[in-house]
């Protein structure tokens, strides 16, 4: 088992400039001085919400600078949906507006976002250049894949990434077929009862990974779609009625996560 800390952290909202756009951001960093690897947060469809912001700090905890900047600030700036203890997980609301902006979102418009996101972190004097990492889930699991494919990035986390292999966010080559240029490592996690990403769909990931030989590893939970959310059951008890809860499947993807950033960053 990776051994885990909980060091003092400071947190604080930021803005990453990309070309005339200020790019809200949650930034989580050790207090203590020094230099430290560095990881991209990418979050779900629901914005820089308290989840987002909860595994952004267990990150720096861990010894990292952790920052999770918003992937709507074109269409949405500000916008964050949090989970409802009435819904075990997320409302109908949350879903209907976070799908809405999740679809106006572009390729490109995100890789800059991603890019830009790289050179601020690369501006801050405790940040390791060569030491970057990122992480995902859903829609940041497809963000983080995306992401794996720049040389900066040398460790990727991505969870249960949708449209991986059909989509690209407006343009014609899905993101899978950008496999090849993935240099650094990449865990991919996904769930066997997964409504939104099916095993078909995994499998052609870890195919295409082995293919290409990039270094990888696969991990398949029985679990549903967003079963990270359960490594905060304490904080959130309702998630332990939502059918996507297992109570294994978090605790050890957050192993091989620290595993991941451990050996690379």
Not at 84 to 107: H, N
Not at 129 to 156: E, N, Q, R, S
């Amino acid at each position: 088992m990776v051994e885990t800390t909980n060091i003092e952290i400071h947190t604080s909202y930021v803005k990453v400039p990309n070309n005339g756009l200020e790019i809200d951001a949650y930034l989580a960093q050790p207090a203590q001085n020094g230099t430290f690897g560095a990881v991209i947060v990418f979050p779900e469809i629901f914005g820089i919400n308290r989840n987002i912001r909860d595994i952004t700090e267990l990150i720096a905890k861990q010894g990292y600078v952790a920052i999770a900047p918003a992937m709507y600030q074109r269409t949405a700036p500000g916008f964050e949906a949090d989970f409802s203890p009435k819904d075990a997980g997320y409302s109908p609301e949350a879903y209907r507006l976070g799908l809405e902006y999740y679809q106006q979102v572009k390729y490109q418009e995100i890789f800059s976002d991603i890019q830009a996101a790289i050179a601020y972190l690369k501006t801050l004097s405790n940040v390791k250049d060569d030491a970057i990492g990122v992480i995902g889930f859903c829609f940041g699991g497809h963000v983080a894949y995306m992401a794996a494919t720049l040389p900066d990035i040398k460790a990727t986390a991505s969870f249960y990434g949708g449209g991986i292999t059909t989509s690209s966010y407006g343009e014609e080559i899905p993101t899978i077929n950008r496999t090849s240029e993935i240099q650094g490592t990449i865990y991919a996690f996904f769930g066997t009862r997964d409504a939104l990403v099916s095993q078909e769909e995994n499998e052609q990931i870890e195919a295409e990974l082995k293919k290409h030989q990039i270094n990888h590893r696969v991990f398949r939970y029985d679990a549903g779609h967003g079963f990270f959310a359960g490594f905060f059951k304490d904080q959130y008890p309702f998630i332990t009625q939502n059918p996507i809860y297992n109570p294994e499947a978090a605790p050890d993807a957050w192993q091989h996560v620290l595993e991941l950033f451990q050996n690379h960053l």
